[in-house]
């Protein structure tokens, strides 16, 4: 493997993000801290506790899925997008790079980027709500697995999409509401039957609820299910990866 040229795409992409401070951190954090203001004083006030859990710490595991979810999303299309976009990914391609090293500099880079991102919002939930972990090293494997995939998923989008437009549309459209209906902001325990059921073929509903139970010890399906989710959602994002590079889709004139 050719570290080298993996180092220098990883770089490249994080020194992009150094470039954009406002946009890559900044942005998500004041959002992340209206989020709480917002939820905190109008919903915070009516419900006091979510499962023995203050309602302002219960939501803390959601906003970080969320942002989580989006930024590597948006990080990795973008990256991806550009060179294509502006015709520079025909040199990277022609460079002798293997497909394994492209996907590990701009996949790499874009969930390292979401991974600091998430611990950055978890210091700042840190100062609105009181916080416990129970369960470090699964947040963390939730956290790093969860930056990861999406962070493939993204890389995908970014080869799939012909425009900007394109490239905003499943980030808004489906991950976005996605995490709004998976259990962010409340627990699926408080839906009624039929929306309980409904709710569990929403696959974000297993992320954020991994997440939560390694914070809190509480969750709304089993840890085991959560876990073989975003695995299987993993191995689908390798498995249509590799198809796009072995079949040159969108990449090769």
């Known amino acids: 493997m050719n570290l080298r040229a993996v180092g220098t795409i990883y770089h490249f992409e994080l020194a992009r ?32 506790e979510v499962e023995g859990v203050s309602y302002g710490a219960f939501i803390v595991p959601g906003l970080i899925m969320l942002m989580l979810l989006t930024q590597s999303v948006s990080n990795a299309s973008f990256g991806i997008f550009f060179p294509k976009f502006t015709g520079t990914i025909y040199e990277v391609l022609s460079a002798p790079v293997s497909y394994l090293e492209i996907v590990l500099g701009y996949v790499g880079a874009a969930a390292t980027k979401s991974l600091i991102l998430g611990l950055i919002i978890l210091v700042t939930a840190s100062f609105f709500v009181p916080l416990r972990i129970d369960h470090p090293f699964w947040m963390l494997l939730f956290l790093a697995l ?22 905003q549309l499943v980030p808004l459209l489906i991950i976005t509401p996605l995490t709004f209906l998976g259990g962010s902001f409340y627990s699926i325990d408080m839906l009624p039957p039929v929306w309980q059921t409904v709710t569990l073929f929403n696959p974000v509903v297993y992320l954020v609820s991994g997440f939560r139970w390694s914070f809190y010890g509480i969750s709304d ?33």
């Not at 946009?23 to 203001?37: E, H, K, N």
């Not at 840890?223 to 990449?251: P, Q, R």
Request: charged content about 10%; hydrophobic content about 55%; overall charge positive.
């Open 17 to 48: 993000a150094w470039r954009t401070l406002l946009q890559s951190l900044v942005s998500p954090v004041i959002s992340t801290s209206l989020y709480f203001v917002v939820f905190g004083a109008a919903i915070g006030s009516r419900i006091q």
């Open 146 to 167: 969860t930056a990861l995939t999406f962070s493939l998923l993204g890389f995908i989008i970014g080869i799939w999409a012909e425009g900007f437009e394109k490239l």
């Open 221 to 253: 399906v089993s840890v085991g299910a959560s876990l073989l989710m975003i695995l299987v959602f993993l191995g689908l994002c390798l498995a249509l990866v590799g198809w796009i590079f072995k079949t040159g889709y969108n990449i090769k004139p």
